[in-house]
C-alpha cells in the first residue's frame, strides 16, 4: 500500500509540474498608477512616475529610451516579486527638438524559461516633446469615415503645433480618388487656429449623393497651408463607399466521394457597417438543402470590407466521381444573393471532421482547479480510506483485549454493564426525582 501511496503522489506532482510548466503564458505586467503618457518637455524639471508591477515571482525592471540615462529605478526589491517601484527623471536644460522617450521594462527575471514562450517581457513608455522654434505644423494623417450609397461623412485633418509660436490661421485642401486614382472631388476644410503644443482636426464633409459615388474604396489625399505658409508633404487615408451586398468570393472546389465533408463558404460585404445573423442554404444535386449556421459579418476597420466564413458538412454518397453543381443562396437583411458553384467530386481518403481544441486562460485554470479537486477526493478516498481501515481494527483489537480482561477479572461485570445501560437510557426519557 505504501508503494501505491508514494507512486500516486509522484503522478499528481508531475501532472502539476507539468501541467503548470506548459501553461504558464502569463508572463509580466505593468500598471500605471498615472494615465500621463505624453509630456511637454520643461528644462530642469524632475516627474516622478509610481508603477506596478506584476503577473511573476521574480520581475527585474530596467529603463529604455534616449531619456533613459536622466531617470532612476526607486525599486524596494529587485528582481522580487510583485511590487510597487517608482521612476524619477530629472530633465537636462535643453533637449533637441523632437520626440523622446523613456521606457521602463519589466522582464521575467528566473532561469526557468518554462515550455512555452521562453522569457516574458512588457514595457510601457512616455513621449516627451521638445518644441520647435516658430511654428512647425504636423501633419498627423488623414481621418475619413465609411459610408453608404447617398449618405454623408466627415473627412478630417489632424494637425499638431510642435512650435513655440502660435499659428493663427490653419486649413487644408483633400482631394478624393477612386480605385482607378481619377479625381471624384476636391474639397477645402474649414480654418483653425492652433496653439503650441496644441492638435486640432481640420474638417470638410463629402457628401455621396452629390458627387454620385458607387460603392467601392476611395483614397483621400490632404494637404495643410498655414499663415501663407504650406506643409511640405501630404497624408492619405482610405474609406469605402458601402452598398447593402453580399457576395460569395470563394467556396470549397473539392469533396471526397462517399464520405462526410465539411464544406466552406467565404462571405464578402460591400456594406459599411456590419451585418448579422447571415445564413446561406445549400442545394445538393441530389435535392438534398443543407442550411448553414448563421454568421455576423464584423466590419474590421475604416476603408476594409467585412468577411466571414460560412460552414456546413456534406454528405457525398451517391454522387459521382466528376464535376457537379450547387446552388448556394445567402439570406441577410431580408435579401437574397444566388449563385450556382461547381464542386468536383474526387476518390481519396475520406476526411476526418473534428472540432478545433483551443484551450484558453480560463479553460486552463479551470483545468488546474479540477485537479486539484481531484487530487483532494483522490487523497481522502485513497489516503484515509487506509487510514480509518488501520483506526477501526485498532479499535476493534482494543475493544475486544477490554472486554476479555473484564470477563476474566469479574464474570459478573456483564450484567453490571447492561443494568448501568439502562440506567442511563431511563434516565434520558425519566424526569429527575426530587
Known amino acids: 500500500m505504501n508503494c501505491k501511496k508514494y507512486f500516486l503522489f509522484i503522478f499528481l506532482i508531475i501532472i502539476y509540474g507539468t501541467f503548470i510548466q506548459c501553461a504558464y503564458v502569463f508572463g509580466v505586467g505593468i500598471g500605471q498608477y498615472s494615465n500621463e503618457k505624453e509630456i511637454l518637455f520643461q528644462p530642469g524639471i524632475e516627474k516622478t512616475y509610481k508603477f506596478y508591477l506584476f503577473d511573476n515571482a521574480k520581475i527585474h525592471a530596467s529603463l529604455e529610451g534616449d531619456l533613459a540615462k536622466y531617470a532612476t529605478i526607486n525599486d524596494p526589491n529587485p528582481d522580487g516579486p510583485q511590487r510597487n517601484i517608482e521612476v524619477t527623471i530629472k530633465f537636462p536644460d535643453y533637449l533637441e527638438p523632437g520626440v523622446h522617450t523613456l521606457y521602463l521594462v519589466a522582464t521575467q527575471a528566473t532561469e526557468n524559461t518554462a515550455a512555452m514562450g521562453g522569457i516574458a517581457s512588457v514595457r510601457t513608455g512616455l513621449r516627451v516633446f521638445s518644441l520647435y522654434p516658430f511654428k512647425h505644423p504636423i501633419l498627423n494623417g488623414v481621418a475619413a469615415n465609411d459610408l453608404n450609397i447617398n449618405e454623408k461623412t466627415t473627412i478630417g485633418l489632424s494637425v499638431t503645433n510642435y512650435g513655440e509660436e502660435a499659428i493663427m490661421g490653419a486649413s487644408g485642401i483633400i482631394t478624393v480618388y ?113 442550411k448553414t449556421p448563421n454568421l455576423d459579418l464584423v466590419k474590421p476597420g475604416a476603408g476594409r470590407k467585412a468577411a466571414g466564413q460560412l460552414e456546413a458538412y456534406i454528405e457525398t454518397k451517391g454522387l459521382d466521381i466528376g464535376p457537379h453543381d450547387f446552388d448556394i443562396t445567402v439570406y441577410y437583411e431580408g435579401l437574397t444573393y444566388s449563385k450556382t458553384v461547381t464542386v468536383n467530386i474526387i476518390d481519396g481518403v475520406p476526411p476526418k471532421i473534428e472540432k478545433p481544441n483551443i484551450i484558453s ?64 437510557l431511563d434516565s434520558e426519557i425519566r424526569p429527575p426525582t426530587l
Open 361 to 424: 486562460n480560463n479553460t486552463a485554470v479551470m483545468i488546474l482547479g479540477a485537479l486539484i479537486v481531484l487530487s483532494v477526493l483522490t487523497y481522502f478516498l485513497v489516503f484515509n480510506k487506509s487510514f480509518n481501515s488501520k483506526n477501526n481494527n485498532g479499535r476493534s483489537e482494543k475493544n475486544n483485549n477490554n472486554d476479555s480482561d473484564a470477563k476474566s477479572f469479574n464474570p459478573s461485570n456483564t450484567g453490571r454493564n447492561e443494568n448501568n445501560n439502562n440506567a442511563v
Open 178 to 290: 477612386d480605385e482607378y486614382n481619377n479625381t471624384i472631388a476636391i474639397l477645402n476644410t474649414d480654418t483653425k487656429s492652433i496653439s503650441p503644443y496644441e492638435t486640432q482636426t481640420l474638417n470638410s464633409v463629402l457628401d455621396a449623393a452629390l458627387y454620385n459615388l458607387s460603392s467601392g474604396t476611395y483614397t483621400a489625399v490632404g494637404n495643410v497651408t498655414y499663415d501663407d505658409a504650406n506643409i511640405n508633404y501630404t497624408a492619405s487615408g482610405k474609406f469605402m463607399v458601402g452598398e447593402l451586398n453580399i457576395n460569395i468570393v470563394d467556396a470549397t472546389k473539392e469533396l471526397i466521394v462517399n464520405a462526410t465533408n465539411k464544406y466552406y463558404i467565404t462571405l464578402e460585404s460591400d456594406w459599411a457597417g456590419d451585418i448579422n445573423n447571415v445564413y446561406a442554404k445549400i442545394t445538393t444535386p441530389k435535392g438534398e438543402i443543407i
